[in-house]
């Protein structure tokens, strides 16, 4: 089974064509499970674009695996779903390996999270950067492996627009992802100055997993492997 995904997370990191979640048809290896048509939560390893989910029904455990750029929201709808419907007897387990993306889906996945009735555990399997590190500090309890890399910064945007409304877009951005980072000041994620860095003069700051590692054990978030 962990060979299967590792070789899905492999061929979905190359943009070679794996299942995806928005098919029509049915995915045609085995193991992969449509989406269910009664609106449970549906058992099995599912690809999506992004994304790929594996829900046991008897161990009590949904995986999910967050892979590469995060874009359109509509590429982690099922998993999204997953986490809204998913009852309190199961454990989440999120592994991230992503340079960032999209604030806005990002905040859309953070949301479910917090909705979500079951324990969630992120885990920073590779890099997590910018929208990527804000989901893994969202965790209820968060791991990051050895030799791995977070990345903090303020959002970024930019478009052809009027000057004026790019400039409104930019503060509300920067407002409404301040409020999640004084949220991860709070957790103990991040330290008062890195915040100002960040919110006020657009610093980017690297933090290795050994840093990272203390700081979750000093505010009892850290989450120990067995």
């Avoid at 492999?10 to 070679?16: A, Q």
């Avoid at 917090?114 to 989901?135: K, Y």
């Avoid at 959002?155 to 920067?174: E, P, Y």
Wanted: aromatic residues 6%; hydrophobic residues 35%.
């Amino acid at each position: 089974m962990k060979s299967l995904l590792a070789d899905l997370a492999i061929e979905s990191l190359n943009g070679n064509s794996i299942n995806s979640s928005d098919s029509d048809s049915a995915p045609d290896h085995p193991t992969l499970t449509p989406a269910a048509d009664d609106g449970k939560p549906k058992k099995g390893i599912r690809v999506g674009k992004r994304s790929i989910t594996d829900l046991n029904d008897e161990t009590k455990i949904l995986r999910i695996w967050l892979i590469g750029s995060i874009y359109n929201v509509n590429d982690y709808i099922h998993m999204i779903t997953l986490l809204y419907q998913i009852s309190n007897e199961y454990t989440v387990y999120m592994y991230i390996n992503s340079p960032g993306g999209s604030i806005t889906t990002a905040s859309h996945i953070i949301n479910a999270m917090e909705r979500c009735r079951a324990n969630v555990i992120t885990f920073n399997v590779g890099i997590a950067a910018s929208c990527g590190s804000l989901i893994m500090s969202f965790g209820d309890r968060i791991h990051v492996d050895e030799n791995t890399t977070t990345m903090f910064h303020n959002a970024a945007c930019g478009n052809f627009d009027s000057a004026h409304r790019l400039l409104n877009q930019t503060n509300h951005i920067i407002n409404s992802a301040s409020q999640l980072f004084d949220k991860m000041r709070q957790r103990g994620i991040i330290t008062e100055d890195e915040l100002t860095g960040i919110v006020a003069n657009g610093e980017e700051f690297y933090i290795d997993s050994g840093e990272m590692t203390k700081r979750l054990k000093a505010n009892n978030i850290w989450h120990e492997e067995k």
